[in-house]
């Protein structure tokens, strides 16, 4: 049974034609993967269905019965659900009281207090959910919180459950708790729109995939019809048989060296390594062996108790961000909606402010020089954009992250470029794009350092990796001895090193 159509579904804004003739169909009690490149469509498909757009043509069906929704609302009151990839949860507020927000069974409070968790209990052992119900819910982990917002919208007896990058900066132990959660809806009939640019993923889980490019449809398909090549082919329209670039260049001439860094306020221990002009350094490790804190650090976000930071080999004193950017070191933090942009700000605005006091005399920015660099920028990195007045949370993740790296490529001295995670939660195509930025960057003398949780675009991309884990490196490879098992385990182990050493 069809608990889902959308039939020749057509969405327009200004200018855009963000959905052309889209077809969509969900069966009961299935798993769907949508999926396509950042800018396919799939957030905006998922926005008509949530009644947060409304078609410019075409039909839906909801049960078989024809609809227009008007409003979130009025779909949840037909069964839909959506759990974003950003959370819409209140932090201060418990888990419980996150869950039935709105909807409290009683005004009188005692009542109310063993109502709600009744009904909570009840509603956790129904779908096999285990979550702290009387935390505040900004304490909990990101999974934790995915699993907040999915017995929100199954309290709200939703059929149909849409989640919108759901594994994105969870662990893999919470991605297999995840999914196995998601089966045991799929076994009571509750239909899955799952949308991740996790292609592995998407086979693992679902059932059917329908794929979109540029705001068209290219078929729907069953999981077993389909390879990861080939699915990369209907994404993108080309064979991706070189996903990752590799330039020869010899780095010899140390541009960064970091001995001894400390921190007990941020768990880092006898930090010390080295980045080459010319040299792509990966960082690899699990959810909290320190590498974010340690990134940060260096560019002056994070509290050092002791140690030194080294560029081209003279004495580095960064005490904040304005230091290290003055220096020449220039981060591309992990959670780039939150820490790299200001989301309400236009492109050419979020490009222009590391460096408005070059773009400035007297308090009056120079606007059309802004506008020339942010344009020539636009341009070389490929952002798809509208307009450079365009406001930057209106674009893809992939074109969000090269705004964050253009930003930094503004500046007049750059020596170090760290990315932190700069792939995550972007499609396959964007990715091979920004390899290939990352490549070009290191080609003209800078050193870069790739942080990654991902081994295989580490062992694709980096010359050398740092393993962490509890604050430490625990081991250092190059290119050579690079073996994805063996990473693994060095960033599981204490014990286990079988690289080049260079890790008390």
């Known amino acids: ?23 969509f169909a969900l069966e009961e009690g299935e798993i769907h ?99 702290p119900l009387r935390v505040p819910v900004g304490t909990l982990s990101v999974a934790k919180q995915k699993m907040v917002e999915i017995l929100r919208a199954l309290s709200m007896n939703s059929k149909v459950l849409v989640l919108d990058e759901p594994t994105a900066s969870i662990t893999q132990s919470d991605t297999d708790n995840l999914f196995k959660i998601l089966r045991n809806l799929k076994k009571v009939g509750i239909s899955v729109i799952f949308v991740s640019h996790h292609l592995d993923e998407v ?18 398909y069953a999981s077993s019809e389909l390879s990861t090549r080939s699915l990369i082919k209907l994404m993108t329209h080309r064979d991706l048989t070189d996903q990752y670039p590799k330039q020869e260049y010899k780095a010899e001439e140390k541009v960064l060296r970091v001995s001894n860094l400390n ?5 880092l221990k006898d930090i010390s390594f080295e980045v080459k002009k010319g040299e792509i350094v990966g960082f690899f490790g699990m959810v909290g062996s320190g590498r ?30 304005s230091r290290a950017m003055k220096t020449g070191i220039y981060l591309c933090p ?78 007049p001295k ?30 003209k003398g800078c050193g870069v350092i790739f942080v990654s949780s991902d081994i295989r675009e580490l062992i694709g991309v980096a010359d050398r990796i740092y393993v962490m884990r509890l604050g430490k490196i625990t081991a250092e490879f190059e290119r050579e001895e690079f073996d994805q098992s063996v990473i693994l385990e060095n960033a599981l182990s204490d014990t286990v090193s079988t690289g080049s050493g260079n890790c008390e």
Request: with cysteine; hydrophobic share 35%.
């Open 1 to 23: 049974m069809k608990i889902v159509e959308m039939i020749s579904i057509r969405k327009e804004f200004p200018g855009v034609v963000a959905l052309d003739n889209i077809d």
């Open 203 to 220: 086979f693992n889980l679902c059932d059917r995939i329908t794929v979109l490019r540029n705001g068209h449809y290219e078929g729907t």
């Open 33 to 131: 993967g949508l999926v396509g490149e950042n800018g396919a469509g799939k957030s905006t498909l998922i926005n008509v269905l949530a009644g947060v757009f409304q078609q410019s043509s075409g039909e839906m069906r909801i049960f078989g019965e024809p609809v227009r929704l008007s409003s979130p609302s009025d779909a949840l009151r037909r069964g839909i659900g959506v759990v974003y990839q950003d959370t819409v949860l209140d932090p201060y507020f418990t888990s419980e009281e996150n869950i039935w927000l709105g909807r409290e069974p009683s005004k009188l409070s005692v009542l109310k207090g063993k109502k709600t968790r009744s009904d909570t209990k009840e509603l956790c052992e129904e779908f096999g959910i285990e979550v």
């Open 334 to 411: 992990e959670d780039r909606r939150r820490e790299g942009l200001v989301q309400d700000m236009s492109v050419v605005d979020n490009l222009s402010i590391p460096f408005l006091g070059t773009l400035t005399k007297f308090g009056v920015i120079y606007s059309k020089i802004a506008n020339s660099k942010a344009k020539k920028l636009s341009k070389d990195l490929e952002i798809k954009t509208p307009s450079l007045k365009t406001i930057v949370s209106n674009l893809s993740g992939g074109n969000q992250q090269k705004v964050v790296l253009g930003k930094w490529l503004m500046g």
């Open 292 to 321: 974010t804190e340690l990134m940060k650090s260096i560019f002056g976000a994070g509290e050092i108790d002791g140690g030194e930071i080294l560029i081209e080999n003279q004495p580095a004193k960064i005490s904040n961000p």
């Open 414 to 443: 750059s020596r170090v470029f760290i990315f932190d995670e700069p792939t995550q939660g972007i499609d396959v195509g964007a990715k091979t794009e920004f390899y290939k930025i990352m490549q070009d960057i290191a080609s």
């Open 263 to 267: 921190s007990v306020k941020l768990g």
